[in-house]
């Protein structure tokens, strides 16, 4: 009999896998406190507070002159109010004089309103005159000599042009909260609120390790039986799309011995090795062996496609490793490089978004329509690599439901990066339908999610 957990072949469901590996990564790492300038992409360890208000004062929101609204209430341009000019006050500095009945302080933007003033009217409505009455040029910028006086064209209302203070921030107001990691805008808040550094959790360092006798280096030749290694440049890019520290652990002949050896490197320290390849049933997939003399094994099949054999489990850091709780997590991804590529996605991401503590919800779905019949194996979970109809300027198309329809990027072998780097989304087809007709409604998972989309 099928359990809840299991699909054909008592496969693990994709849900229940990763619960069952999420349960098993540790605390979540240690904090540090960084300046602002090395906190993008790190994940954010406590609340950030303002310590001011922002703007900390009223402040002129453009060049021109602060004044009293009701002075000019009755300004036109057949008409204009005069106003004489006692003073002017630049970004940076304290006015030095304050606005009374008919009179105008030069300010820049930026600049805090100097008492008195209750609005700003731009430069471009006034007209400047020296001592002597005559008029300069109409809207000139305000950055000439201080004019006597001006003449104000329009009438404009209290509060025109002036930030108030606290009308962004104000003191004590919760800016950020921990669990996600800092966006540049977050950077700039944090900054506007006063805060000279922040805490953050240490990067997750991730070792990746490849496995098979017949893997070469990228470039190196290949002789009768070799190809490149492309597992371990990928993954070593995915981990570092997760804010990883990366650590490079070769590549693994098929052998228990050697894949100890490497192991063994990366448990003393890394917070978590991935290694792809020699997780399935072959006689010379000694991965899932080497990962139970090290440590345990937790799972290792699941009813997804690509990617079948997966295996996971952790083991004890050596003495003075600084691996969280003293356990390093062990990912065995398959060796064909697009379940490696999905695998990682499903599973090895959400466990190092845990383990950095970032707070992430499960990634949002986009509706789709697939525009071509496709049959996938039966009892897994399938996960289709896509491209998605877009126009002339690269916007994707949706029809009158909000779908985007997609076509496959390519043939769908696991071995088969090409499609993968074509593919703009996974379209995926749950574990109960063989075949999808053209026309079928899909799920996506974009693999860049599109602007405007949560990922």
């Known amino acids: ?271 978590a090795i991935v290694v792809s390849g020699g997780v399935s049933v072959g006689p010379y997939d000694v991965v899932r062996t080497a990962f139970g003399q090290l440590g345990r094994v937790d799972l290792w099949r699941v009813a997804v496609q690509p990617g079948k054999p997966f295996a996971f489990g952790v083991a004890p850091a050596p003495p003075g490793a600084e691996a969280p709780d003293g356990r390093v997590l062990l990912f065995g991804l398959p060796g064909n490089p697009v379940s490696a590529f999905v695998t990682f996605e499903l599973f090895v991401r959400p466990a190092l978004d845990r383990l950095a503590g970032r707070a992430t919800a499960p990634p949002a779905g986009d509706a789709g329509v697939i525009d071509e019949p496709v049959r996938k194996a039966p009892g897994r979970r399938a996960f289709l690599r896509v491209v998605a109809d877009r126009d002339a300027y690269g916007r994707l198309r949706r029809d009158g439901r909000g779908r985007v329809h997609v076509r496959l990027a390519g043939g769908q072998g696991s071995h088969l990066l090409h499609s993968l780097v074509a593919a703009d989304a996974l379209a995926v087809v749950p574990e109960t339908v063989d075949h999808l007709e053209a026309g079928s409604d899909v799920e996506l998972r974009w693999l860049d999610p599109p602007a405007g989309h949560p990922s």
């Open 1 to 271: 009999m099928r359990t809840e957990t299991e699909g054909d072949e008592g496969l693990l469901a994709v849900e229940a896998a990763l619960d069952r590996l999420l349960a098993q990564v540790p605390s979540e790492l240690p904090t540090e406190r960084v300046a602002l300038a090395a906190g993008l992409g790190r994940v954010l360890a406590e609340v950030v507070t303002s310590t001011t208000d922002l703007p900390p004062w009223d402040n002129s929101a453009m060049d021109g002159y602060a004044i009293r609204a009701r002075d000019v209430a009755a300004a036109s341009e057949d008409a204009p109010v005069r106003l004489t000019v006692v003073g002017e006050v630049r970004a940076g500095h304290a006015p030095d004089a304050a606005v009374g009945e008919g009179t105008a302080v030069r300010v820049a933007t930026g600049a805090p309103l100097p008492p008195g003033a209750d609005a700003v009217v731009q430069v471009e409505l006034t007209t400047p005159l020296d001592e002597g009455g005559e008029r300069g040029p109409r809207g000139r910028d305000a950055a000439g000599p201080l004019p006597a006086a001006c003449l104000v064209h329009r009438s404009i209302g209290p509060g025109t042009a002036v930030r108030r203070r606290g009308e962004d921030l104000r003191a004590g107001q919760r800016l950020l909260e921990p669990g996600g990691a800092l966006r540049p805008a977050d950077i700039a808040v944090a900054a506007a609120g006063g805060a000279p550094e922040l805490l953050v959790r240490r990067r997750p360092r991730v070792a990746v390790l490849a496995t098979g006798d017949e893997l070469r280096v990228p470039g190196s030749g290949l002789g009768p039986a070799g190809i490149p290694d492309s597992n371990r440049p990928g993954l070593l890019a995915l981990a570092a799309t997760v804010g990883a520290e990366t650590l490079d652990l070769g590549i693994a002949e098929d052998t228990l011995e050697a894949t100890l050896a490497a192991l063994r490197d990366g448990l003393a320290s890394a917070d």
